[in-house]
Antibody, heavy 125, light 107 residues
Framework: EVQLVESGGGLVQPGRSLRLSCEASGFNIDDYDMYWVRQAPGKGLEWVSGISWNSRTIGYANSVRGRFTIYRDNAKNSLSLQMNSLREEDTALYFC??????????????????WGQGTTVTVSS | EIVLTQSPATLSLSPGERATLSCRASQSISRYLAWYQQKPGQAPRLLIYDASSRATGIPTRFSGSGSGTDFTLTISRLEPEDFAVYYCQQRHNWPETFGQGTKLEIK
């Protein structure tokens, strides 16, 4: 079964740091771009960050650029998000997400086809 | 950053009716648009990619159309399980962005 499992969320004070992790199973992440998407309580989806299959291309939402860093370890089949200088507006459910397109052959659906269940980050004093 | 505007914010319809949801981009995104369905307490589910291609396992009552800046998601005959929130997403360039969502509710 293709699955993504996030961990590392919790309650943190403004200005502090947190590192999220995502473990993939049932597939090899090294053929796929990977992403973090978040959803604040009662709000819509926000694309946070993306990383290409070979880590050569990395992107961030304007709201997190300079504070968040995305990493991937293809050998460990895992994805991470280092979040520094956290703000109350970073409070959200953070999803780890897989691209549907296989970067090795460009086959598959060009959408976000596998989502984890999310890990909750609460930034509050 | 490309802004996506979805309309209407809320759509009230009955089972069996046809639903038409719109998504407008602030600049041309060719056909690099995806649609997702999200139910309460669940992760989003990919419905449509490349504006009109159905994802694996998605019923044929879901269809997408459009290119450039204007896109539409159509549900031909609503089933009870279709009442949810729908998001569009542009995949033309990074940072990718989502629309604010359309809530499809039972009338």
């Amino acid at each position: 079964e293709v699955q993504l499992v996030e961990s590392g969320g919790g309650l943190v004070q403004p200005g502090r740091s947190l590192r999220l992790s995502c473990e993939a199973s049932g597939f090899n992440i090294d053929d796929y771009d990977m992403y973090w998407v978040r959803q604040a309580p009662g709000k819509g989806l926000e694309w946070v960050s993306g990383i290409s299959w070979n880590s050569r291309t990395i992107g961030y939402a304007n709201s997190v650029r300079g504070r968040f860093t995305i990493y991937r370890d293809n050998a460990k089949n895992s994805l991470s998000l280092q979040m520094n200088s956290l703000r109350e507006e970073d409070t959200a459910l953070y999803f780890c997400v897989k691209d549907g397109r296989d970067s090795s052959n460009f086959e598959g659906s060009f959408g976000l086809d596998v989502w984890g269940q999310g890990t909750t980050v609460t930034v509050s004093s | 950053e490309i802004v996506l505007t979805q309309s209407p914010a809320t759509l009230s319809l009955s089972p069996g009716e046809r639903a038409t949801l719109s998504c407008r981009a602030s600049q041309s995104i060719s056909r690099y648009l995806a649609w997702y369905q999200q139910k309460p307490g669940q992760a989003p589910r990919l419905l449509i990619y490349d504006a009109s291609s159905r994802a694996t396992g998605i019923p044929t009552r879901f269809s997408g159309s459009g290119s450039g800046t204007d896109f539409t998601l159509t549900i031909s005959r609503l089933e009870p399980e279709d009442f949810a929130v729908y998001y569009c997403q542009q995949r033309h360039n990074w940072p990718e962005t989502f629309g604010q969502g359309t809530k499809l509710e039972i009338k």
